[in-house]
């Protein structure tokens, strides 16, 4: 293992981070703040609690959620597919480096920009409503697995993806309404039955119900099939980089 060489990419795309802070990290924070103005106050004054939780207390773990997998998807995405662009990933190609470091390098960066994120918006929460995390250990497990999780997607993504456009046809057209229509801002308990059993199929419910859990202790689905779930979807992720490795690596423009 050359850790050398992950350490490298590593620095190099949280470096990145800094260098566009306004993108990075300033403007989801604005956009999610707005969420909390728009929905907490339109919504929450209609609202008042839900499963025994203020409607604006409610919302935080969607709202983190729904930026947790936009973030790690495109950061993921963008950082291997602008050496594409570019040109200079012959440069990455030319170095002794195996593509499973390339892979630690680039997902470990952008899921830990995705969690300092969140984190940040979760600080950013507690400007807005109060807030009490029942399971502060779950909710970091819940954090770093969907941060590497969809990372990894998005670097399938990257790699796939041979323009801009393609970058953003996962993120807008399936992700982000997956996530709105996940429980982001509402239970699915307050469903018919019918659109109830419909939400189970979406597979953002568990990960915002297990996420939602460990703030308030209530959920829509139980804690151990969340986390279950979560795990499928990591694991489904490693196939998908293992099947890339075993069929041809293919990172050229």
């Given amino acids: 293992m ?10 190099f795309e949280m470096a ?27 919504i929450g004054s209609r609202i008042q609690e839900v499963d025994g939780v203020s409607y604006g207390a409610f919302i935080v773990p969607g709202l983190i959620m729904l930026t947790l ?28 480096i195996s593509p499973i470091e390339i892979v630690l390098g680039y997902v470990g960066a952008a ?9 940040i918006i979760l600080a950013t929460a507690t400007l807005f409503v109060d807030l009490r995390i029942e399971h ?3 909710m970091m497990l819940f954090l770093v697995l969907t941060a590497v999780t969809f990372a990894m997607f998005g670097f399938i993504i990257g790699i796939w993806a041979d323009g801009f456009e393609k970058l953003q046809i996962v993120p807008l057209l399936i992700v982000t ?19 109830q059993d419909v939400s ?11 996420f939602r859990w460990a703030f308030y202790g209530t959920s ?34």
């Fill in 2 to 11: 050359n850790l050398t060489a992950v350490v490298a990419i590593y620095k």
């Fill in 111 to 119: 899921a830990t920009k995705s969690i300092a994120l969140g984190l």
């Fill in 69 to 96: 997998l936009q973030q790690s998807l495109t950061n993921a995405a963008f950082g291997i597919y602008f050496p594409k662009f570019t040109g200079t990933i012959y440069e990455l190609l030319s170095a002794p």
């Fill in 200 to 210: 189970l199929v979406n597979p953002v419910v568990y990960l915002i119900s297990g």
């Fill in 177 to 195: 309404p997956l996530a709105f229509l996940g429980g982001s801002f509402y239970s699915i308990s307050m469903l018919p039955e019918f659109w």
């Fill in 136 to 138: 502060p250990l779950w």
């Fill in 16 to 42: 990145r981070t800094f260098r566009t802070l306004m993108q990075s990290i300033i403007s989801p924070v604005i956009s999610t703040s707005l969420y909390f103005v728009v929905f907490g106050a339109a």
């Fill in 220 to 253: 829509d689905v139980s804690i151990g099939v969340s986390l279950a779930m979560t795990l499928v979807f990591l694991g489904a992720t490693l196939a998908a980089v293992t099947y890339i490795f075993k069929t041809g690596w293919r990172l050229k423009s």
